[in-house]
């Protein structure tokens, strides 16, 4: 079983339309939380990045880490076709710079 | 302007040739990380460091080393490439700080072994 766990997509929606992106981890000593996003043949850029549990809000896109089902989440409000790309979870312990990603998720947002 | 530099962008090599790829950052970062992308496989890190002389290893570490010689710098040396090595690379470049953190990524660097 891998440490991470992203469901690879596709996912397709209508433009507008609320995005839910997940992942699953094990390692329960995970502190640190990171969404990516990646543009085809485009390097990742960091999205969003939080420590511990709770949410985190920056415009259209929220942040969730519930630690106790060890599960994260990224919601997309609004989605527009310019969010047409893949979505990578990452997670670290607090003690190190090791970073495990996901397999990412493809996003593709319908105009 | 901040930026991560890689070079060379494309590499086609043959197995046993040891190689290089270059990563500098102009941003004075104490962070830097190496990643390889493969198809279906998302992002694995190799190595990264976390200053001058300090490095460590990522999830995939097998097959490369690291060094950090100068903050600016982080290359990514292949001894004896191998085809399991044909891979996107990024380097990537951090500041941490307060539960925070800032990232920039390089355009990445298409390996073939032959």
């Known amino acids: 079983q891998k440490e991470v766990e992203q469901d690879p997509g596709p996912l397709s929606v209508p433009e507008g339309a609320i995005v839910s992106l997940n992942c699953t981890y094990s390692?329960?000593?995970?502190?640190?939380f990171m969404w990516y996003r990646q543009y085809s043949r485009k390097g990742p850029e960091l999205l969003m990045y939080?420590?511990?549990?709770g949410n985190k809000e920056d415009g259209r896109f929220t942040a969730q880490v519930d630690k106790s089902s060890k599960y994260i989440s990224l919601f997309i409000r609004d989605s527009q076709p310019s969010d047409s790309a893949t979505y990578l979870c990452?997670?670290?312990?607090?003690?190190?710079?090791?970073?495990?990603f996901g397999s990412g998720t493809r996003l593709l947002v319908r105009p | 302007e901040a930026q991560v530099t890689q070079n060379p962008r494309y590499l086609i090599t043959v197995t046993g040739k040891k190689l290089t790829v270059t990563c500098s950052q102009n941003?004075?970062?104490?962070?830097m990380s190496w990643y390889r992308q493969d198809p279906g496989l998302g992002l694995r890190q190799i190595y990264y460091?976390?200053?001058?002389?300090?490095?460590d290893k990522g999830d995939v570490p097998e097959g490369y080393k690291v060094s950090r010689k100068e903050k600016r710098n982080f290359p990514l040396i292949l001894e004896s490439p191998s085809p399991n090595q044909t891979s996107l690379y990024f380097c990537?470049?951090?500041?941490?700080?307060?539960?925070?953190?800032?990232?920039?990524f390089g355009p990445g660097t298409r390996l073939l072994v032959l």
């Open positions: 390692n329960s000593a995970f502190q640190y």
């Open positions: 941003m004075n970062h104490e962070y």
């Open positions: 460091s976390m200053n001058v002389e300090v490095t």
């Open positions: 990452a997670m670290r312990v607090d003690s190190s710079y090791k970073l495990i």
């Open positions: 990537a470049s951090s500041l941490v700080y307060s539960h925070q953190e800032t990232q920039y």
């Open positions: 939080t420590y511990s549990s």
